[in-house]
């Protein structure tokens, strides 16, 4: 069991380090409106994630709806992410620092986490592609061994957005316009790239890796 949780939280560590649009929207809003906004679109996210989650690890008739629906699915989910990608390359950046201290106010960016992930139909093949390598790792796990292993990975995602939050808050005022544009630009490629190579795979070689 310990072995277990040892195991989610470092895989979960490593999954925190994939950035993502989720990962410039929760740097921006805990810059601009807050450490607490930040942990509230991130509290979105994980929700998101578990739903996700409980689909992939429950749902066994995925397995031959990932392989039927794939391709469609993952050129979806690509098309979207190149979207984003190009939001990102020509969004302008303007940063407002307003602290946001109204619960009604951290709803929204709790709502905002939640559907940015939950619409995007890539987070769904990405929960697949994790099931399916842990499977491939420990083999098939029983319920008991679940909910302490996937548990620990939500528990380190939340975790680690949480820290980004805070460290974001931190350095709100040494963090220029400017540097956030270059981000942005940095993150609209790498976002791009991703999703041409995705269609690639897809197309060509028919897997997401």
């Known amino acids: 069991m310990l072995e277990l949780i040892v195991s989610g939280i470092g895989l979960g560590i490593v999954l925190s380090f994939l950035t993502g649009p989720v990962f410039f929207a929760l740097i921006k809003t805990s810059i ?6 930040g942990v509230a679109l991130a509290s979105g996210v994980v929700i998101s994630d578990f739903i996700y989650m409980t689909i992939t690890l429950f749902g066994t008739s995925l ?3 990932e392989s039927t629906y794939r391709m469609p699915i993952g050129i979806l989910g690509s098309a979207i992410l ?8 020509f969004k302008k950046i303007k940063i407002n620092y307003k602290d946001e201290p ?7 960016y709790f709502f905002k986490g ?16 994790v099931s399916s390598g842990v499977y491939s790792v420990y083999g098939e796990l029983t319920s008991k ?15 680690m957005d949480s820290l980004k939050a805070y460290l974001a808050h931190k350095m709100r005022y040494k963090i220029k316009e400017r540097s956030l544009q270059n981000l942005n630009k940095i993150a609209g490629i790498i976002i791009i790239i991703f999703a041409l190579k995705l269609i690639y795979n897809l197309i060509f070689t028919h897997t997401l890796i």
């Open 82 to 89: 190149l979207g984003i990608g190009f939001y990102y390359l």
């Open 145 to 159: 061994q679940i909910i302490p292993f996937f548990g620990a990975i939500l528990i380190t995602l939340f975790s």
């Open 114 to 129: 939640f559907f940015m992930c939950i619409f995007n139909p890539f987070i769904l093949l990405y929960w697949i592609s």
């Open 32 to 37: 601009e409106k807050g450490f607490y906004a």
């Open 102 to 108: 109204s619960r009604l106010k951290h709803a929204g």
């Open 63 to 65: 397995l031959s709806f």
